[in-house]
C-alpha cells in the first residue's frame, strides 16, 4: 500500500496531529473530529502528490470548540522540507502579525516527505477577477503590490531553492521545455530555442552585474492571493521560494494579472489601469528602489518568461489547448521580432 494512503485514514491523522499539532496550541484540549478534503491527489503505486486538508475541530479547556484547517503538502520525490524552513522563516520576519499574512507553519514530516501547516481561510484573487468585482480586484491589487514589497524588503535570507533561482533551471529546466516542443511541436521549436535564449541571456547579464539577490515568492500569480477579510491578505504556495531578482516577481505577477484579467473583463482601459496601479503601490511601499528603465525592462524580461511558461503549460500539459497557446506565443513572437513557424 502506498503509505500517503495513510492521510485518508482519520484515525491515523487525528493521532498524528494530536501529537504534532495539540502543543502549539495552549488552550486546546483535545481534537474532536477531522474532515479529510484532498485539493491535489495524484497517488500512484509507490509515488504520489496530495496537497490535502485536515478541517480539524478541537476542544479547547473550557469546553469550546475551535475549527482550524491544517493542509498538508508532500510530493514523493520532489523536496517539501524547503517549504516548511521558507514558511517558518517568513513567519519569524514579520509575516506572522499584521495585514500582510502567511499560512502558519506547523511541522515538516520527513516519512510522508511533506509539510504541514495551518492554512489561511478566505477566497483567492482570481475568484473576483472572474465575477468582475472591479472595486475589490483594484483593492487586492493595491494589497499585493505591498506583500511583494513586504517580501523583498527582507534581508538575511537564504536560498529556499536554489534551481529555481535562474530561468535556466527553473523546473523543469529550459532543456526539457525545448525538448518536449521539439518532440511535440516541431514547428515550435526554433522559438522556442531563440526565445529563451534571449530571456535567460538579459537575466544572465543582470545576475552578473551586481552581487544583490531579493528573496523572491517565485510563482506570483492572483490565485496564490488569498483575501483573508475586509484588510487581510495571504500569500500561498511558498515550493518556488528563492534568492534572485526581485523583478521577476513582478513581471510574472502583471503578465497573470493581465492575462486573466482580459478573460474575464470586458473592460481593457480598466485592466491598463490596474496594471500600472500594482507598479505604482509596489514603489510606493519598497525601500530605496524605484523603478527605472533597468528595472522596467528586467520586469519585461520575466513578463515574457511568465507568458512562456503559460503556452507551454497549456501546449503541454495531459489535454493541449494549442489554440490558447498560439494567442500567447504570437505576443512573445511580436515583441522580439522572432518568427513563431
Known sequence: MNKILQLFDEKYVKDMLSRKVLPFYADFKKIDKIKIHAYKKNIWEHTYHVVIEFNTTFLTKDGRKKRLPIVCSAHSSEPRQNVYESLKFLWESGFSRGYLSIPHPLFYSAYFNGTFYRGVEGRNFYQYIREQKLIEVSDLVEKSAKWFAKLHAIKNAKNFNIENSRIETVFPGVTHI????????????????????????????????????????????????????????????????????????????????????????????????????????????????????????????????????????????????????????????????????
Not at 516577481?249 to 470586458?266: P, T
Not at 485592466?271 to 503601490?281: A, M, P, Q, R, S
Open 178 to 341: 525545448v525538448n518536449r516542443i521539439k518532440t511535440d511541436y516541431p514547428e515550435y521549436e526554433k522559438f522556442y530555442a531563440k526565445t529563451y535564449e534571449i530571456l535567460d541571456g538579459r537575466e544572465k547579464n543582470f545576475l552578473s552585474s551586481t552581487d544583490k539577490r531579493w528573496l523572491v515568492h517565485g510563482d506570483a500569480h492572483p490565485e496564490n492571493i488569498i483575501k483573508m477579510g475586509k484588510h487581510k491578505i495571504a500569500a500561498i504556495d511558498f515550493t518556488d521560494l528563492c534568492l534572485t531578482d526581485f523583478s521577476r516577481d513582478l513581471g510574472a505577477f502583471l503578465q497573470q494579472l493581465e492575462y486573466m484579467c482580459n478573460r474575464k473583463i470586458v473592460d481593457k482601459e480598466y485592466v491598463g489601469k490596474i496594471k500600472k496601479l500594482f507598479l505604482d503601490n509596489y514603489f510606493k511601499y519598497a525601500k530605496g528602489v524605484e523603478l527605472s528603465e533597468d528595472i522596467n525592462n528586467r520586469i519585461e524580461t520575466y513578463y515574457y518568461w511568465t507568458a512562456m511558461r503559460t503556452a507551454s503549460h497549456f501546449l503541454l500539459k495531459s489535454e493541449p489547448e494549442p489554440d490558447r497557446a498560439r494567442s500567447i506565443l504570437e505576443q512573445v513572437s511580436d515583441k522580439f521580432n522572432i518568427k513563431l513557424c
